[in-house]
């Protein structure tokens, strides 16, 4: 796909060379030149006083005559047969984003002998699942994978697509996108949509945080975007078990791939996965060494929750990166976050906002974090946290 120019209109100003971002136009006499590189972006349509530029129509997987877009699809991941939390988080958002578009909402299981999986995908919110079964499929592996979804989006034409942004996601999904010559948004947040142009608006943090841009695309489909893990909700109750599981045979894996799947290698897991857990503690640079986390431990035990930690803790090497919440960690959604010596950098909050209730103990009053705190403790957290941990000993006899 290349930008089209009409040169019977162009009249060589000069004023799309300038607007555009990447250099790639030129003038070569009287006549203009696009070079290599461009990106499509509009800025030199958008100047061009005689309108002798424009962005080509959608390369994506246009709907076909009379086959309408086959609405919002969920990568469901699963890893040994085990789906991934995330998968049920975009299924409940997916659900209210189907509902504003008017269209269904479709999970995409892939995997080898997975298909068990399928009713809970239909109890999440999926009206249906297409479900791609083959050896190739049952470890992760990008080429496989990419491919697969690649010729499923194809035959089935999607709407929108929305996948975990977890390391699996984040390895293949792009791959897909550019396949599919369609735009891809990472560790979205949040999502609207825009009814009278039927576009996916896609929010995430930008600038370190700082910022949250609103990003659409506008002449590509299918929409694609991934999710931070803990973001969304889902469903309070079951869906439907009766919606349509659909086998699907493709064509693309009959032919090896680059690469191959060795084995896996297990990580050193925190006590509790702070995506499960419904109470997490949390130390920041307050809790001054290391040693200090041993308390938060014993009452994250005393509550049945897990430790996590922000960045700067982290960096200190006081706890491991597998604890670490915010925007370069985990997002998380517990019942109760208690935020311990956490000043609230907007880095950290982007992680824990959706808590359903968040407590705060920090000495600093006008710390950010108890802007978001449901309950504020203004103290010393080294008095704070023993004489919690012993009130609820001492109320547990």
Known sequence: MSLILYIDKCTACGQCIDACPFGVL????????????????????????????????????APRPGVPPDGVWVFAEQRHGQLAPVAWQLLGEARRLA?????????????????????????????????????????????????????MARQFQPEIILAGATYVGRAFIPQVAAALKTGLTADC???????????????????????????????????MATARPGVFKRLNKPYSLNGQVIQVELECLKSPGASRFVRTVEEIKERLPLSEAEVIVAGGRGLKEARHFRMLEELADLLGGTVG??????????????????????????????????????????????SDFIVAINRDPEAPIFKVADLGLVGDL????????QEIKKDRG
């Not at 030129?26 to 006083?49: D, F, H, W, Y």
């Not at 995908?121 to 990008?142: H, I, S, T």
């Open 26 to 61: 030129s003038l070569k006499g009287e006549r203009l030149v696009i070079g290599e590189g461009c990106t499509l972006c509009g800025a030199c349509a958008e100047v061009c006083p005689e309108g002798a530029l424009a962005i080509p129509a959608t390369e994506g997987p």
């Open 99 to 151: 509902g504003e578009l008017g269209v269904g909402v479709a999970a995409v299981l892939l995997g080898d002998r997975v298909a068990h999986l399928a009713p809970s995908l239909l109890a999440g919110g999926a009206d249906k699942v297409y479900v791609a079964e083959a050896p190739e499929l049952a470890d992760f592996l990008e080429g496989p994978y990419a491919a697969a979804l690649t010729e």
């Open 189 to 223: 947040t949040g999502f609207a949509i825009d009814k009278e142009k039927r576009l996916l608006l896609q929010t995430r943090p930008a600038f370190g945080g700082n910022i949250m841009a609103t990003i659409i695309t506008p002449r590509t489909y299918p929409q």
């Open 309 to 354: 930690a922000t960045r700067a803790a982290v960096d200190a090497g006081w706890i491991s990166y597998a604890h670490q919440i915010g925007q370069t960690g985990k997002t998380v959604s517990p019942k109760l976050y208690i935020a311990v010596g956490i000043s609230g950098a907007a880095q950290h909050l982007v992680g824990m906002q959706g």
């Open 382 to 389: 080294f008095e704070i946290v023993p004489a919690l941990i």
